[in-house]
């Protein structure tokens, strides 16, 4: 699998709310995948995956109890939507994402490649989180404390 990586700035959704998928993204994406709307660090933004890595996430979650197994879905579920690129390699973002994304018609955006998907912030809330992560940090001491390695 190849990985989305890197960080693209200055795209925009057009006045019918419709967005253009980076070009050398739009083969790993898929001409059809879905879109989540997320939160992360109380930021908002929306995230696209791959069909096959939607399905994966989705069976991941089919652990613990039914109780357990059923918020996971539905919070996972209700926020999603299937979507299709257009021969233009553009999606429209339906009204209600765009209001849990913090996207307008007209928003510029930020692309974040994240390995196995794509995120989409605009830039507002792209600077919000940005400035939520201590940058003090390098690679390598966060790949330790995910280790589990000390100091």
Known sequence: ???FVGTLDGYKLDSKGRLSIPTKWR???GKEFY?????VHGCKCLTLYPVETFEEMFMSMQHGSENQKYDAKTSFLDYAEESVLDAQ???TVNQRLKGEAEL?????VVFKGKGDSIEIWNTDEYEKMYNSFDHSQGIYDLMDKLKGNPD
């Not at 879109?35 to 939160?39: N, P």
């Not at 307008?104 to 510029?108: A, P, Q, W």
Request: no cysteine.
């Open 1 to 3: 699998m190849r990985l």
């Open 27 to 29: 083969e790993r994406l």
């Open 35 to 39: 879109m989540v709307a997320v939160t």
């Open 89 to 91: 390699g553009r999606f």
């Open 104 to 108: 307008t018609n007209e928003s510029t």
